[in-house]
């Protein structure tokens, strides 16, 4: 009895090993409207699974959008425990930004610089307190110019570079959206459209756009251990 109790043991131990060594990551990604958009069919979230299925990495991966729209770092703060917490992530993926900026020109609210960094080290260390691991991205653009005569450019590249800082002082994996989308316009855009490229409008992402940032996040992600 003794012997079959201690195998019975033995066994069950290999068997939750055994889920535990193939559980899947979930991964949130927390944002706007380009993540909300990014959720549904044809978005970058999707196209990154399809990504991740050509890669056999199916079995690793579970990706869950939590993304609203108009929403700025305040915004993620607030729904942070209903939207992010209660789902008990292994990863978060930040990408926000955008209306912290363009919502100063479009309907005169917007994030200063200083509360920006503020909320967003409270969001990463309330994650971090859960033991989740955060990745962090910088806001794409606000206009498809190459040249920086975007209207926002210059406030871009401002909370881009804190970003930056922000995730190498606190030893953050960054995918640096805003770098990557500067890089291929500056080859890319020839006629220095303001649109058409990457956005439908400036902002958000048309497919060519979805597919990039899929792919620009994946690189990414899939090096996060």
């Not at 195998?7 to 409207?33: A, N, P």
């Not at 309330?126 to 920086?148: F, H, W, Y």
């Amino acid at each position: 009895m003794k012997k079959w109790i201690a195998l019975s043991v033995f066994f069950t131990s290999i068997l939750l090993m055994s889920f535990t060594l193939h559980k899947k990551k979930k991964v949130v990604f927390f944002g706007d409207s380009i993540t909300q958009m990014g959720a549904g069919a044809g978005g970058y979230i999707r196209l990154m699974e399809d990504i991740i299925k050509s890669e056999n990495k199916s079995e690793e991966f579970e990706l869950v959008g939590a993304g609203i729209s108009g929403n700025k770092v305040t915004d993620l703060y607030l729904r942070l425990e209903k939207d992010v917490l209660s789902k008990q992530p292994d990863i978060v993926v930040i990408y926000v930004g955008i209306n912290d900026i363009w919502h100063k020109r479009l309907a005169g609210t917007g994030t200063d610089y200083v509360k920006f960094g503020e909320f967003y080290d409270v969001i990463v260390k309330k994650l971090q307190a859960a033991n989740i691991k955060v990745m962090v991205c910088t806001p794409s653009v606000i206009g498809e110019r190459k040249d920086n005569s975007n209207e926002q450019d210059g406030e871009l590249n401002m909370y881009s570079n804190w970003l930056r800082y922000y995730a190498k002082t606190n030893q953050l994996p960054c995918v640096d959206l805003r770098t990557e989308f500067q890089n291929y316009l500056i080859a890319n855009n020839p006629s220095n459209d303001e649109k058409g490229l990457l956005t439908s409008d400036r902002v958000h992402l048309n497919a060519k756009g979805n597919l990039f940032v899929a792919q620009t996040i994946w690189k990414e992600l899939k090096m996060l251990k």
